[in-house]
């Protein structure tokens, strides 16, 4: 007997997927369009939040260097939404949130519904842009979408782990994440986007993703008692 797919499966099944894509590309590329004026505007800028201009918070991560930057981030969140597409459908057992581990796997990484998603996605720009805030004063401003990319890619990964494959994946996310802070990021890559790489940012996705995942882990085990 063939059961119906998880509720992840059916929330990350081809539709659902190319909708997010799309979406991703048409807000990039109406704020690619505003040029500078927008970019300057919506931009992470540590004067303008200490002003109060807390919309920044969010809209950095909206806003890129140029074309090419948006472009980057959209194959990077085309390969993250493949990702989950696959927890979903693999085996007809496994989900986004776990591997075969029960009905309430789908839930485990909050990423089963469009709100949820939704929900998880401001909690990762806000902490990519909380720990710039609070940990990198040095940094002034700051945009683009790859620090909560990051932090996706752990929300989708992670839950696979058991999975050789997904599991060296994640290890490669984290292994290239490191060697930007120990090694610095390449000045090809640098020349390519337009600018400097905040290496830093990454870090804060991860650990964005790391820490709802734990309180997401708890609070599931709380649930049963």
Not at 5 to 27: D, E, H, N, Q, Y
Not at 147 to 165: C, I, T
């Amino acid at each position: 007997m063939i059961s119906e797919p998880p509720r992840a499966a059916r929330f990350f099944g081809t539709g659902c997927k190319w909708l997010a894509l799309g979406s991703a590309c048409a807000v990039f590329a109406v704020a690619c369009l505003g040029g500078d004026r927008w970019r300057l505007a919506l931009r992470y800028e540590r004067a303008a939040l200490a002003d109060g201009e807390w919309w920044r918070i969010v809209t950095a991560h909206l806003v890129h260097l140029g074309w090419v930057h948006a472009a980057l981030n959209l194959v990077g969140l085309a390969l993250c939404l493949s990702l989950a597409t696959q927890a979903g459908h693999s085996r007809g057992e496994r989900t986004l949130g776990s591997v075969a581990t029960g009905p309430s796997a789908s839930a485990s990484a909050g990423l089963d519904s469009v709100w949820s998603a939704l929900g998880v996605l401001i909690l990762l720009m806000a902490g990519v842009s909380g720990g710039l805030w609070l940990f990198s004063p040095g940094i002034g401003h700051y945009v683009g979408f790859s620090g909560v990319l990051y932090g996706l890619l752990v929300l989708v990964l992670w839950p696979q782990r058991r999975d050789p494959w997904m599991a060296g994946a994640l290890a490669l996310v984290l292994a290239w994440m490191a060697w930007q802070q120990i090694a610095g990021p390449m000045a090809s890559e640098e020349r390519m986007i337009g600018g400097a790489i905040v290496g830093a940012a990454h870090v804060y996705g991860v650990a964005t993703a790391l820490a709802w995942l734990a309180v997401l882990a708890l609070w599931r085990r709380l649930g049963r008692r």
